[in-house]
């Protein structure tokens, strides 16, 4: 049994994982789109170079699907243009920082998201299209259905911080869940 | 302008049904604009776009537009970019596509009604700056292309990415003030890429205009396009010869930059060169306009935007030597 200082404190490595099931809500309604983690200081980390995990944002019909992705760092993360027209994707803000220059249809670019943190991405030719990529340093990480579910999958028996992040979300959260709670409910005002 | 409210009450009744469907989206853009070329404009259009089941993409458009020019004694192309002027609505694409991916390469079908696929053609990059002026190259007058072109037939690609060619066959299915006469129509295009940079070479051949004074001949058109973008820059320019109107041929060019910096927050900037010569029909004397424009399109909200355009023209009497045009347009998505 494992019992460190931080916020993995009585992770349990070697017993059983099991799935945490949750919701989040936002006041009354389910939040859809957001996303769920748990710190994991200690996990085993993410492979690298060619074994390195990769993950789509496809482009089509004037959209980025899915419109929230969530990776963990260092994963690879291929731009596709599914669609009919022109696209140049880009990020400038926050998080990592990229410009895929213009690319026709069946073309695709790709970006290595190495370091944490919320990744505004639009299309520089249709100011319509944007999406959000937010990069966690935890393999423990759920996106929630439009009815505000999510399942993290195979979780260590163990208390974590966890963390909440939606679109449009003024703050994050932030609170201690463990197994031993059953299923963990995050609530925005 | 009851058709509008039709149109826009359909777009209503459709919108909470696709909003439970991921893979189709409802768009509905509403613009009014004035010009010092003594224009005003209105113009709506609906776009209805998505997935259908084994693969099959669809896309329809629907369109009204209405302009009032107050002074009879110059002529103006002010927002005549996207819209055909007719004051009813007007379906402007209803077409299926099915792409397929063989091991790397690119082909594709499409069918029914789409604009034709000459040079740089989408309605994403003539209709960008939502209201304002269409290049002169496409500019139906004059020129032999105009971006109310339409045809009534099928599309293939075949190719890679990186190197494919596109040919279109069926009949033109023109709207808007200049349309052509029946019969069949062909344009061939091939496109590459390399980096950033986009090239493209097309040819058409198609029936006369219906203001053409041989009614049996065929218009020729052949264009060159090239587009790059990188760091928020896109430069365009395309460049094409052909026939208007069966009669003694018109050659243009354009060369453009988009502008949206980091810094520039809401505001795209456009800069437009162009010229278009050609010989007139009757008096068999070469003409020509020549056209520079400053602009910007700025995001108000998320679903408004603001288009102002400063633009410098020679060559033609007929028009007004300056102007500028101001345009709001509205726009909602569904999802």
Known sequence: ?189 | MRALVLLMCAIGLVQPRIARAQSVVAEAALTGGLSTDEVSAAAAQARLFGDLKNGIRFFGEAAWAGRSLSDDDHDTDSFNAAYPYTNRVQIIEAYGERVFRPQGGLAGIRAGRFRTPFGIYNASDHAYFGFLRAPLVRYDEYSPLSNSLLEHGADLVVGVPQLHVEAALGAPADVGEMTRRSGLDAVVRLQGYYGALIAGVSYMQTPNSQLALDSSGRTRVTGVDLRWMHAGVQLRGEWMSGRPTGEPSATGWYADALIHRPRMGPVTAVVRIERLDWTDAHAGEKEFLSRQTVGARIRLTNALALHVNALHETGDDEYLPRALDVAVTWTVRTP
């Open chain 1, 1 to 189: 049994m494992l019992s460190r200082p931080g916020s993995l404190e009585r992770a349990v490595f070697g017993q059983s994982a099991g799935d945490l099931h949750g919701i989040a809500r936002a006041g009354d309604s389910p939040a859809r789109d957001a996303v769920v983690w748990l710190e994991a200081p200690y996990a085993r980390p993410p492979a690298t170079g060619a074994a390195a995990p990769r993950v789509v944002l496809d482009q089509r019909n004037l959209s980025f699907i899915p419109h929230v992705l969530v990776v963990r760092v260092g994963t690879k993360v291929d731009f596709p243009n599914n669609d009919r027209v022109f696209h140049n994707v880009f990020s400038f803000r926050d998080g990592k920082r990229f410009d895929l220059g213009m690319y026709p249809v069946g073309a695709r670019r790709q970006v290595m998201f190495d370091q944490p943190g919320l990744s505004r991405i639009f299309c520089n030719i249709h100011p319509n299209m944007a999406a959000y990529v937010l990069v966690v340093d935890s393999p423990y990480f759920a996106r929630t259905d439009e009815s505000g579910a999510f399942t993290i999958a195979a979780v260590p028996a163990g208390t974590y911080t966890y963390h909440a992040w939606r679109p449009g979300a003024a703050a994050e959260l932030t609170g201690r869940w463990s197994s031993t709670d059953g299923g963990l409910q995050v609530e925005w005002p």
